[in-house]
C-alpha cells in the first residue's frame, strides 16, 4: 500500500478523499506523535538541504521550508510575506531529500499549524488545534509519485468547459447592460480575443444572492443571448451571505427551514458583509446544500453558464456581537487621554471586528444531525458553498459541464470547481506569487486556477499588466480582474493595447494545446505545473529553481516579473528551444543549450521553451475560443527523431470525458532535413519544426 491511514480522536468528515483506506496501528512514520491540552502534535526531523512542498494556495516560496503557516481560511486581501495562510487550508505537505520523499496529508477542517523550521530550522512540527483528523502518508520513489498518488486519493480535478480557458474581463464595478456590452464591444472593435465578461456584485439588486437589478437588466435572458451570439458568456459572483431583509425569498425560505447556522442559544448568528446584515446557509448540511444549488436556476434560466462563489470563507465584515463590543470599547475610552495603549486599543477595537475569532465559536453547524462549532470545520465552508453549487448545475443539466471558481476552498473541492488567488494587489511580487503559487495548488488538485491579472488592489501600471498577461497566457484561468476605484485596468485602455493583443493571442494560439494539456493531467492525476526539482531531482541547480516552471511533459516557462527589466537569467536543466513569440502568429525560433542564459525579452514578447525531443501544436488565434479552427495546426519543436505526441480535443462542454476517446495522435516523422507530421482529420505544417 502506498497510502496509509492513521486516525487521531474522532475525524470530522471533510469529504476531501474518495477511497476508503483501513486505519493503520501503530507507530507513524517518519513523525514523532504528542498529545497535549486536547491538540496532537507531529515532528520530523529536516536534513540540512531537505526541501518541503504543498500547502497548494498560501503565500511566500514553492519550497515552504523555514515559516510559520496556520491553515485557517481567511478574507485578507493584503497577501504579503508575514501572513500565515490565505483563503485555502490545503493540508499537503511533499519532504524531499536525501533520503527520499515522502508525503503527509493532514485531513482537519479545523486550524492546523504548519511550522516548517520556523521555531527550530532542523525541524517541521504540524499541529492539529482540533486534535481530531485522520492522518494520511504518501510513499513513492519520486515527487511525481508522490502526487500522482495523492491525487488518486482525492478523485479526479474539475475539468471547466473549453470556453472558460479564454480570456475573461472583469472588474468590481461593472453595473449595467450598456456597460458589459461598452466592454465586449472595445475588444472587439480592437480585436482583442474575449470569450467572458464577469459580473461583480453590482449587478444585483441590493447586494441580495440570485437577485439581479431589473434596471440596470430589464432583460438579462436576451442581454446574454445577444452576448452568446457576440461569443461572449457573462460569469456572474455569488456570495455566501445572504441579506436579511424581509419579503427577500432567500432570506426567508432559509428562516422557514432552518438553513442558517444558529448560535448555541438556538437564535440566528447575524453577520454582516456587502450587504449587511446577513445570515449564512449551513453549507455543511446536504439538504441546504441542495437548496441553494437550485438557487441558480433563475440565473441559469436566462442563459447563464458559468458562476464565481465568493466571501466563502466565510468573510464577515462585524457580527452583531462583535459590533456592539467595539462601541463599548469606544464608549469607555472616550473621555481618557489615550497613549500608547489606549490609542490602540481603540483602533483595534474596530480594526478587528472583521473575521474575529471569536465569531467563528459563537455559531454552530449540524454535521450528521448534531451541532458542531463553527471553528471545528472552519475551513471546510467555501468548499460546501461549491459543492452547493456544483450538485446544482449537475442536476440542472447533467449533460453539460459548468465554469466555477471560488475563493475559498478545502482540498475536495478540486473536483467540483476552480480557484481563483483572491485579492492580490498591482505588485509585482505578486506576479511571482501567482507563478509560486500554481505547482503548489496542482499538488493539491486544483487544476482550473489563476490570479487576478494586473492585480486587483491598487493602481496597475501598463508594463505590470503587459508582464502579468504573459504569465497568464499559461493559466488555466485567465481572467483581469480589479478593485472598484483602481484605475481602469481593461487592455483598451492602455497605450499599448496592441502589445497587450498580442500576448492574448498567444493564449489563442495555444489554447488547444493547454486545454488537451488540462484534461490530461485531470484525467493522469497529473501536474501541470511542476517545479523544476519534480523532473530533476539530481540537478543541484534545478531543484533551488523557483521563477521557472515546467509546463506539461513539453515545456517550461519563465517571465519576466521585474519593473523596468528587458530580459531574465533563465536556467536550462536540458537543451530547449526558446520560442520568442511576438504574438501567436509572429515568432522566432533559438535552438538552446543546457546551463545558464541571459534571455532578452522586450516588452512585447512572450517567451516559451520547449524541451529538446518534444513538438508543440500551435493553432491559428481567434477572437474566441469557439472560432479556433483546430484542423490546422502548427509544429513547434526542436526534434532529432521521429515521434508521436497526442492532442485530446472534444466538443468542449459535454459533461462526460474519457480521455481515450479524444486523445488524437500526431505522427511526426522526420526523414533527412524534412519533417512530415499526419494525424486523421488535421492538416499539420511540420515545417517550423527545428531539425537536429
Ligand atoms: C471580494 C472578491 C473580489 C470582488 C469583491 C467584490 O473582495 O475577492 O474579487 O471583486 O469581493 O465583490
Known sequence: MMISRYVFGSPLPTMAVVREIAASEGAVPHFEVSQADGRVSFTTVLGEDDQIFGLGETVRGINKRGHLYRSWNMDDFSHTENKPGIYASHNLLLFSGEKGVFGAYFDDPGAILFDLGYSDGAKAVITSENGDLSLYLIEATTLTGLVREFRHLIGRSYIPPRWAMGYMQSRWGYSTEEELRFIVSEHRARHIPLDSVCMDIDYMQDFKDFSWNHESFPDLKRCTAELMADHIHVVPIIDAGVKQEDGDPVYEEGVQNDYFVKKEDGSLFI?????????????????????????????????????????NEPALFYSVESLENAFQMAEKL??????????FQLKDAFVNIANNDEDYRRFYHLVDGKPVRHDRVHNLYGAMMTK??????????????????SRSSFIGAHRDGGVWQGDNSSWWSHLLLNLKMMPSLNMCGFLFTGADLGGFSCNTTED?????????????????????HTRDQEIFRFRNWQDMRNVVSVRYALLPYLYSLLVKCACRDEMMFRPLVFDYPQDKTAIRVEDQLLLGDECMIAPVYEQNARGRHVYLPEDM??????????????PMTKGHHWIDVPMNEVPLFIRHGHAIPLVRPAESSDQLDTAHCTLLGWLNHSCVISLYEDDGVSADVKLEDGLQLINISLNGDCAVARCV????????LILG
Open 271 to 311: 453577520g454582516a458583509v456587502w450587504p449587511g446584515r446577513s445570515c449564512f446557509p449551513d453549507f455543511l448540511r446536504e439538504d441546504v446544500r441542495a437548496w441553494f444549488g437550485d438557487k441558480y436556476r433563475p440565473l441559469l434560466d436566462a442563459g447563464i453558464q458559468g458562476f464565481w462563489n465568493d466571501m
Open 334 to 343: 472616550r473621555h481618557e487621554n489615550l497613549g500608547i495603549n489606549g490609542a
Open 388 to 405: 452547493s453549487a456544483a450538485e446544482g448545475f449537475h442536476r440542472y443539466d447533467p449533460d453539460h459541464r459548468y465554469l466555477l471558481f
Open 464 to 484: 505590470l499588466l503587459l508582464r502579468w498577461l504573459a504569465l497568464g497566457v499559461f493559466t488555466p484561468l485567465m481572467r483581469n480582474h480589479s478593485a472598484q
Open 577 to 590: 528551444l526558446l520560442v520568442s513569440f511576438r504574438s501567436g502568429e509572429e515568432y522566432a525560433l533559438t
Open 681 to 688: 482529420g488535421k492538416t499539420i505544417d511540420a515545417t517550423k
